[in-house]
C-alpha cells in the first residue's frame, strides 16, 4: 500500500483551484474555477448569478419612476450614470428636450460619478499589486464627491439622483462650492497618485504585458469603455452617440496599445483627468434656466404647490401612483458608464410598466473574454487582470 | 460617414435577403427589421464581412415574450452596431413558443455566448450550435423560464399570506 504513492503520476495531475465565489482579491462574488498546472492557469470555467435579483422582471411590474433605485444597484461604483442613462431612455421615449442646464448640471454628476469609479478601480489595481497606500488615500476624495452627491440628492452610494424630466433640485451654493474645493484640490491628489504607481518599477512589472488582448478579440467579446479603449480603438458613446449636450465640450479621448493591464490604468487615469477637465468647463459655462423641462405627466411639482394647487396635486397623484400615460413602441438608448457602453431597451405597450426592459450591462458581456486573458498566466496575475477589468458583481448579474 | 445611413442599409438588405425580411420600421432613428429566423446567420456575416457597412459589433442580444401572439410567442431581438459608419440596426427574428429554436450567433460574435445563456434562461429560446448553452443567472435545477409571462410577480394586494411572517 505504502508503494502506491510513489507510482502516482504527478506530471499529468491538473489541480483545480476555486477562485471564490467569496474571495478577499475578487472584490465582488465571482467564481472562478481554475484549472491550475502549478502555478500556471491551464483554463477556468466561470460561474456567475450569485447576486442575482431579477431586476429586469421586477421592471416589468414598477411604474417608470421606481425603476431608478433598480439601475443604482447595477454598477454601484457609478450609480448617477445608470439612474441618468434611465431618465434620458424615458425622456427619448417620450419625446422629451431637456433644458441646457439640466443637461450641464447631469454632465457634472456623471463626470464626477466617472472620477468615482476611476478613481476605485485604479487604486484596487493598486492594492492587488501590494500598494495600499494610494488606495487609501484617493479613498477620501471619493468620498468627497460622494458629499457632492449627498449635497445634491441626499444619498451617497445609491444615490437615485435626478428624475425622468429634469433634476429633483437645482445645485444648492453649498453643492457649487464643493464642486469647486474639488476641481481645485484633486488635481493634486491625483498627481500624487500618479507618482505613486504610473513609473513605479514594482507596478510596471506587475502590470505590463498581463492580461493583453488585441482589439480585433476585444471587439469580437463585445468589450467597450476603457477595457476596449486600451486596446487603441477610440470608442466612447460620448462621442460617437452624444446624449446630453457632450458635444458642447472639449475632451480627448484616452486609448492605450497593447491592452493589457497597464494600458487599462493609463487610460483610466488620463480619463480621470479629462473628467476634470469636463466638470470644469461645464462649471463655468452652466447655464441659466430651469433644472426640470415641462413634463407634468412625470417630473413631480413642488410640494407647497401640491398643498395648495389643485392641478399640481392631480398631477401628484397620477405620478405617484403611476397612471401617466406613455406612448407605444421601442427605444435604445445608451450611456457611457464607467466600465462601457451601458444600455437600456426599452418597449412599451403604453401601460404603466415597461414592457420589457433589457440592460445591456457592460461588465456581462466582457467578463466572458477573462479566461482568455488569463490562461498561460499565473494565478496573481489573474488577480490583477480581474481588478483592472472592473468587474461589477452587480452589474454582472442584474 | 454620410453616405451610410438607414436608407442605404435597408437597400443593401433588401437587395440580398428580400424574401426574409418581414417588415421594416424605423422607431427613434434605429432601422428595425423583421427576419425570417433560419436567416439571421446569413445575414449577420452579410454585415458582418459588407465592405462598406462594416457591421461588426454586437452590442445587445435578449429575448421577448408575447404570449397573445400567435405563432410568433417568443422573439429574439440583436442590436447591431457599425463602428466604422456609426449606424445602428435592429434585428428582430420571431418564433412560436412550441419550437423555441434559432442558430447560435456564437460563430459570428464570442459576445453573443452569455447573452445568448441570459435569455436561454429566462425565455427558455433553444440556441441551435451554441457551445455551452445551460443557465447562467438562475440555478441549475430551475425548472421554468421565469421572464416569460405567464409567471406574475407576486401581487401586492394578496392577503393569503400570513403577515407575522413578512412584519406587515
Not at chain 1, 421586477?58 to 443604482?72: C, G, K, N, S, V
Not at chain 1, 506587475?206 to 480603438?233: D, F
Not at chain 1, 433644472?291 to 395648495?308: I, R
Not at chain 2, 457599425?82 to 447560435?104: D, G, H, V
Request: net charge negative; proline share 5%.
Amino acid at each position: 500500500m505504502e508503494n502506491n504513492i510513489t507510482e502516482f503520476d504527478y506530471k499529468s495531475e491538473y489541480t483545480t483551484l476555486n477562485l471564490g465565489p467569496t474571495h478577499p482579491a475578487t472584490h465582488g462574488i465571482f467564481q472562478n474555477i481554475l484549472t491550475m498546472d502549478g502555478e500556471i492557469i491551464v483554463d477556468t470555467e466561470q460561474t456567475c448569478g450569485y447576486i442575482h435579483r431579477a431586476f429586469e422582471k421586477i421592471a416589468e411590474h414598477r411604474p417608470f419612476y421606481q425603476i431608478t433605485p433598480l439601475t443604482d444597484r447595477l454598477n454601484y461604483c457609478s450609480s448617477p450614470i445608470n439612474n441618468m442613462g434611465w431618465h434620458m431612455t424615458v425622456e427619448k421615449l417620450l419625446g422629451v428636450d431637456m433644458p441646457k442646464r439640466v443637461d450641464y448640471m447631469r454632465i457634472i454628476i456623471m463626470e464626477l460619478a466617472r472620477i468615482a469609479d476611476h478613481l476605485i478601480c485604479n487604486s484596487v489595481i493598486g492594492v492587488d499589486v501590494g500598494a495600499l497606500t494610494g488606495f487609501t488615500y484617493v479613498f477620501q476624495w471619493r468620498e468627497k464627491i460622494y458629499d457632492i452627491f449627498e449635497e445634491v440628492c441626499g444619498a451617497r452610494l445609491t444615490t437615485n439622483i435626478g428624475r425622468i424630466g429634469g433634476m429633483e433640485r437645482d445645485f444648492s451654493p453649498a453643492c457649487i462650492k464643493k464642486i469647486r474645493e474639488f476641481l481645485q484640490e484633486f488635481p493634486k491628489i491625483l498627481r500624487e497618485f500618479t507618482k505613486l504607481l504610473e513609473r513605479n518599477r514594482i507596478f510596471m512589472d506587475r502590470t505590463v504585458g498581463v492580461g493583453a488582448i488585441s482589439t480585433e478579440r476585444a471587439l469580437k467579446y463585445g468589450l467597450t469603455g476603457p477595457n476596449l479603449r486600451a486596446t487603441g480603438l477610440d470608442y466612447d458613446v460620448r462621442v460617437m452617440s452624444p446624449y446630453s449636450s457632450y458635444n458642447d465640450f472639449d475632451f480627448v479621448i484616452p486609448v492605450g496599445i497593447n491592452g493589457d493591464t497597464y494600458d487599462r490604468f493609463m487610460v483610466r487615469q488620463q480619463e480621470m483627468w479629462e473628467s476634470h477637465k469636463i466638470i470644469t468647463q461645464a462649471l463655468e459655462n452652466l447655464p441659466e434656466g430651469k433644472f426640470f423641462a415641462e413634463v407634468p405627466e412625470f417630473y413631480l411639482p413642488p410640494k407647497e404647490e401640491v398643498y395648495n394647487k389643485m392641478e399640481a396635486l392631480i398631477w401628484h397623484f397620477k405620478i405617484v401612483m403611476g397612471e401617466a400615460d406613455v406612448p407605444v413602441g421601442e427605444v435604445y438608448h445608451s450611456v457611457e458608464g464607467g466600465n462601457g457602453e451601458l444600455g437600456f431597451y426599452l418597449v412599451s405597450d403604453g401601460g404603466r410598466a415597461a414592457y420589457r426592459l433589457h440592460f445591456r450591462r457592460p461588465s456581462f458581456i466582457y467578463y466572458q473574454a477573462y479566461p482568455e486573458m488569463i490562461k498561460g498566466s499565473t494565478l496573481s496575475d489573474a488577480i490583477v487582470t480581474m481588478s483592472s477589468m472592473n468587474v461589477i458583481a452587480g452589474e454582472l448579474d442584474a | 460617414m454620410n453616405d451610410v445611413n438607414n436608407a442605404y442599409l435597408l437597400k443593401e438588405l433588401q437587395e440580398e435577403f428580400m424574401d426574409a425580411i418581414h417588415s421594416v420600421e424605423e422607431p427613434y432613428g434605429m432601422l428595425t427589421i423583421e427576419l425570417d429566423r433560419v436567416q439571421i446567420l446569413p445575414l449577420l456575416n452579410f454585415l458582418y464581412q459588407h465592405p462598406v457597412i462594416q457591421m461588426q459589433f454586437l452590442t445587445d442580444l435578449c429575448g421577448l415574450h408575447f404570449p397573445d401572439n400567435k405563432g410568433k410567442e417568443l422573439s429574439v431581438v440583436y442590436h447591431l452596431h457599425s463602428f466604422t459608419k456609426n449606424i445602428r440596426l435592429r434585428i428582430k427574428c420571431y418564433m412560436p413558443i412550441e419550437a423555441p429554436q434559432i442558430n447560435s450567433i456564437t460563430s459570428v460574435y464570442e459576445a453573443s455566448n452569455w447573452q445568448e445563456r441570459e435569455t436561454y434562461d429566462f425565455f427558455g429560446i433553444e440556441f441551435v450550435g451554441h457551445p455551452n448553452l445551460k443557465r447562467i443567472l438562475n440555478v441549475d435545477e430551475m425548472d421554468y423560464f421565469p421572464m416569460r409571462k405567464e409567471y406574475p410577480l407576486e401581487d401586492q394586494t394578496r392577503t393569503d399570506k400570513d403577515d407575522k411572517y413578512f412584519g406587515r
